[in-house]
């Protein structure tokens, strides 16, 4: 590898190092005012989107309990503990790439809230290994209240119903401090597909989802939230 060629390298990943810096770290002390996930969305709205009106930010202490365990319970579960990247589901997943078979998620809350903040939809490679490198630099700056707080402040629990606070008040006219253990279980149950999935028009499939999500928060307990001090 010529010298030329090495310093270009060099050059590029220190670049890349200090832009991802400058891009993630202020979000520790202040709320993104827009992100990736919603500009998309806008640009190329798919059917049954709308553009609500944004709901205020809701800072942890103030959304349910409740709330913050049901995505645990619902997408992931080891949360508190790991940093950012679960590896063995990421590397059975690359693996089931390689081999030709659909690139399956095994995307932690940590990487969903990077991909909803930065970067674009698909399930490329590319993308996959830039997501995965930003989420292990929010998990060192952050911190993971912080990352659960913007997470639930973003992501998408119906079209256009960005956050929780406006899915709280949408869904059932009340703040996110209010979530009742079934409500919040219901919201996130539709985290995989708020397009496929109505929170306020469930399908039979999504009860099964959401008694296994409620019988998962039980398992858990709340004092499963002290972990991630």
Aim: glycine share 6%; charged share 15%; hydrophobic share 45%.
């Amino acid at each position: 590898m010529g010298k030329r060629l090495k310093k270009w390298i060099v050059k590029t990943l220190l670049f890349f190092g200090v832009l991802s810096v400058l891009l993630t770290f202020p979000l520790k002390y202040i709320n993104p005012i827009v992100w990736s996930w919603q500009l998309q969305r806008d640009w190329f709205p798919p059917e049954k989107y709308h553009s609500y009106p944004q709901a205020n930010w809701v800072n942890l202490d103030n959304i349910s309990p409740y709330m913050q365990l049901a995505v645990m319970a619902s997408e992931d579960q080891r949360f508190p503990i790991h940093h950012g990247i679960d590896f063995a589901s990421t590397q059975q997943a690359v693996a089931d790439m390689i081999a030709g078979e659909r690139f399956r998620g095994a995307s932690t809350l940590t990487q969903q809230t990077v991909k909803n903040l930065f970067l674009w939809s698909g399930k490329d490679i590319v993308r996959k290994a830039i997501e995965a490198y930003l989420s292990l630099l929010v998990e060192l700056e952050w911190g993971k209240k912080r990352i659960l707080e913007i997470y639930l402040n973003i992501v998408e629990f119906g079209p256009g119903i960005y956050g929780v606070q406006a899915a709280s008040q949408h869904f059932y006219g009340i703040h996110a401090s209010q979530l009742s253990q079934p409500q919040a279980a219901r919201l996130a149950a539709v985290l995989p597909n708020p397009y496929q999935f109505n929170v306020a028009k469930p399908t039979p499939y999504l009860w099964q989802r959401v008694d296994w999500i409620e019988t998962q928060m039980n398992q858990l307990g709340l004092g499963y939230l002290k972990e991630m001090d």
